[in-house]
């Protein structure tokens, strides 16, 4: 499928290279703050990155091998080359706000506050360093992709809706995980489910995808990048409530929602894909609160 125009540009990446050990480090600050629940961790993994892709930069300052390679580079692509210590901090920057919550699913007015202001944050803060701090427009939010959808694009849609309805509630019911959300009785209640599920939904295609997955494709192959994220975007689910066996659901979500990002290169997509996921959630979540509510809609 054609690439978006806005999309930002990605230079040629190299199969293999030691910049995977500190993006790696710096990923593996997400389980550290969100699975493990280590801040000191979180913290020294984020720093022990980011001083070791320091350390890898200093092999490309001026009169080296490789700073005449990527001088080269530039002239002929007109782009300047990625850093990766100013990718792997505008990731680090919006870790640490997101980990500065609580994650677990509350409904009351302090607790939606408290999420709008720093799940806002971990995706407006990068943003706004990226463009007026480094000036380097890594970080973008290609809304309507290549074009029009494709035959298969539709058929997928169709497809998320049925597998969810599906797989979701036995996992959620039979595992119990739908404890981790508070229970949803009255009509006010469900509704701002409603609103907090769909709210989340599009900031993890905002951060984990158009953030921290495109600064990633900027320095490493897609599948490379895309695995990195993954660590990222199942460790935010995990506290969230994702639990038990939910890793084996979240895994392959994570990693196929970047792979349709970086074919389609359209916000506009995973984002209705994740919503339409996200809608059989919540239905799921208001069956298992509420039996005899929904009697039919699933077969648990």
């Known amino acids: 499928m054609p690439a978006h125009a806005a999309a930002a540009p990605v230079l040629d990446r190299p199969a293999w290279s030691w910049g995977l050990a500190p993006a790696l480090l710096v990923c593996l600050a997400a389980p550290a703050f969100f699975v493990a629940r280590i801040p ?19 092999g490309d300052r001026p009169g080296t091998d490789a700073a005449r390679v990527r001088i080269a580079d530039a002239a002929v692509t007109g782009i300047r080359p990625p850093s990766l210590v100013r990718d792997l901090s505008l990731i680090g920057v919006g870790l640490l ?13 302090l607790a939606i506050l408290r999420f709008a202001v720093a799940l806002g944050g971990a995706v407006a803060v990068p943003y706004v360093i990226s463009r007026w701090v480094y000036r380097d ?23 998320v809706l049925v597998l969810g309805w599906l797989i979701l509630p036995f996992y959620f019911i039979t595992s119990g995980v739908y404890q981790n959300w508070p229970v949803v009785d009255t ?34 192959p897609d599948w490379q990048a895309n695995v990195l994220q993954a660590i990222v975007f199942v460790s935010f ?7 038990e066996w939910g890793p084996l659901l979240t895994i392959p979500f994570a990693l196929l929602q970047g792979f349709i990002f970086f074919k389609t290169r359209s916000l506009a997509y995973v984002v209705t894909v994740h919503l339409l996921f996200d809608a059989v959630v919540f239905l799921v979540l ?8 929904l009697d039919g809609l699933f077969l648990v």
């Open 40 to 58: 000191w961790l979180g913290w020294a993994l984020l720093a022990a990155g980011l001083l070791a892709a320091g350390l890898l930069a200093r």
């Open 97 to 109: 706000i997101v980990s500065a919550i609580p994650l677990e699913a509350q409904l009351d007015n």
């Open 137 to 159: 427009r890594a970080i973008r939010f290609p809304w309507r992709g290549g074009g029009r959808w494709t035959t298969f694009q539709w058929t997928w849609l169709v497809a």
């Open 187 to 220: 009509p006010d209640l469900i509704a701002r489910l409603f609103v907090g599920v769909g709210a989340v939904g599009i900031w993890d295609e905002l951060f984990f995808i158009c953030t921290c997955f495109a600064l990633l494709r900027r320095h490493f």
């Open 237 to 243: 689910l995990w506290e969230l409530g994702y639990r």
């Open 286 to 293: 208001v069956h298992a609160h509420n039996p005899g509510l």
